[in-house]
Structure formats: structure tokens, C-alpha cells
């Protein structure tokens, strides 16, 4: 499939409703109401029950809020944005026509190995994600300043249009965000994995199951011991022993 057809199969209407979704989502993660919705696994859901199919956003957003599972907004700064990305990758993948795996134990697929293409995407992306949200955090502390100095001046009928503009700029990042993946992965991403050879689309097949160790790994670094890189490795290493195991019994 070239490019000019991928783009023509994009729903228009739709792709604006996941825009606007982006927007309110992120105002949700902590400038406004925080109901956790912004989270990638209920966001992918919305986006999917958008988009007409909720079980690729069930199936995108799944791996990704196990990734995500210990860097939740309580009373704490969070690394990384990965909302906007799961957002745009349902509705690409929608698009698309994609089904997803029905279990994780299908196999060395095509189906899987699109998956954690997608999954790898959002995970480089949190990482412009993050700057971004630097970005507006640097915007909103010159507004502050602003806002400071008009107190002093015993102007106080400035504060609210100062928090309004606070509010366009963190909704103007989600919707810039998810535009820019809507981009990325109709003009770049999913092109590139329709060339990749079949050792290294293999590779990316396991990428959804090894998710769930990191998960683990993640869960049990929260909670019980700091040592989650070596949980990590141990159980990245003992999902690739299983799979190649399962995958020799098939």
C-alpha cells in the first residue's frame, strides 16, 4: 500500500474528533479535572470506541499503560507523553483495516509484529512528548511571572485571562501532537514497516509480549524492590525463552 493510499483512507471527520479528543486529554492529565482518562489505556479505548473499533485501541493502549504503570500523575512531575501517540496509532491503524491478535499466544504474526512496530513508535515518541511538555512548562512560567508582577501592581483581573492562556497552550500541545503522529505515522512509520525484512518484523512480533515483563518488572520495583532493571532483564530474557519455545512446538 503507497503512501496516497493510506492517506485516502483516513475518515477526516474522524481524525478531527481524535484531534480534539488529544486537546481535552491532555488538559485532563493534571490542568484541569485529572479524571485519568489521559491515561494511554482508557484514552486508547475512547479513541477506538471513536474510530468504530475498540478492541485495537484495547490492544495498542494495553502494552503501553503496562510500560506506563509505575509513572502515574500523584503529586509527582511524569517523564514522557505517550497519550497522543496511542491516539493518532488507533486511528492509523483503524484506517488501515487492522484486526488485532486475539491472544498474545497467536504467534510470530504479521498482526503481532505491526503491534509492536506501533508500541516501539510510542515509545521513541514519549520522548518528544516529554520535551514538549517542557516546552509548555517554559511558557506557562513566563505567564506566571506576568501574573506575579500584577499582583504587586495590585492588578488582580488579569489572573484569569493569564490561566485561560495557560489552558490554550496545554490544550494546543495535544492538539499539535497528535496531528504531528497522525503525520509521522501515515507519511513515515507504517511505510517503513511494509519494508523491513521478515528476520526483523519477527523481531518486532515480540515486542507486545515482552511488555508485560516490563510491566511486572515495574509493579514490583513500586512497590516491593528497587531493583526493577534486573527484573526487567530477567523477565525480558525468560518471555523470549517461552516464545521461542511455543513458537518450536507450533
Known amino acids: 500500500?503507497?503512501?496516497?493510499?493510506?492517506?485516502?483512507?483516513?475518515?477526516?471527520?474522524?481524525?478531527?474528533?481524535?484531534?480534539?479528543?488529544?486537546?481535552?486529554?491532555?488538559?485532563?492529565?493534571?490542568?484541569?479535572?485529572?479524571?485519568?482518562?489521559?491515561?494511554?489505556?482508557?484514552?486508547?479505548?475512547?479513541?477506538?470506541?471513536?474510530?468504530?473499533?475498540?478492541?485495537?485501541?484495547?490492544?495498542?493502549?494495553?502494552?503501553?499503560?503496562?510500560?506506563?504503570?509505575?509513572?502515574?500523575?500523584?503529586?509527582?512531575?511524569?517523564?514522557?507523553?505517550?497519550?497522543?501517540?496511542?491516539?493518532?496509532?488507533?486511528?492509523?491503524?483503524?484506517a488501515l483495516g487492522y484486526r488485532p491478535p486475539i491472544v498474545l499466544t497467536e504467534g510470530i504474526s504479521d498482526k503481532m509484529a505491526l503491534l509492536g512496530w506501533v508500541i516501539t513508535a510510542v515509545c521513541f515518541g514519549s520522548f518528544l512528548g516529554g520535551w514538549m511538555i517542557k516546552v509548555e512548562r517554559i511558557l506557562h512560567f513566563r505567564l506566571v511571572v506576568v501574573g506575579i508582577r500584577k499582583l504587586r501592581a495590585g492588578t488582580i483581573s488579569e489572573l484569569g485571562k493569564i490561566q485561560t492562556r495557560c489552558m490554550i497552550i496545554t490544550a494546543s500541545r495535544g492538539i499539535i501532537l497528535v496531528s504531528f503522529w497522525i503525520a509521522f505515522l501515515v507519511l513515515v512509520w507504517i511505510p517503513m514497516f511494509w519494508k523491513l525484512s521478515p528476520e526483523i518484523t519477527k523481531l518486532f512480533a515480540m515486542v507486545p509480549m515482552l511488555t508485560v515483563a516490563v510491566g511486572i518488572s515495574s509493579i514490583i520495583e513500586l512497590y516491593v524492590r528497587h531493583r526493577g532493571w534486573i527484573l526487567l532483564g530477567a523477565g525480558s530474557v525468560a518471555t523470549a525463552v517461552i516464545l521461542t519455545l511455543v513458537k518450536g512446538l507450533g
Open 1 to 94: 500500500m503507497t503512501v496516497p493510499e493510506l492517506i485516502s483512507l483516513l475518515p477526516w471527520w474522524t481524525a478531527l474528533a481524535i484531534v480534539i479528543l488529544g486537546a481535552i486529554l491532555t488538559l485532563d492529565v493534571t490542568s484541569y479535572a485529572q479524571t485519568w482518562f489521559s491515561q494511554p489505556l482508557p484514552a486508547g479505548i475512547l479513541a477506538g470506541v471513536i474510530c468504530g473499533d475498540a478492541t485495537i485501541g484495547f490492544a495498542i493502549a494495553l502494552p503501553v499503560q503496562l510500560l506506563n504503570i509505575s509513572n502515574l500523575p500523584i503529586g509527582k512531575s511524569c517523564s514522557g507523553e505517550r497519550t497522543s501517540i496511542v491516539l493518532a496509532s488507533v486511528l492509523v491503524l483503524t
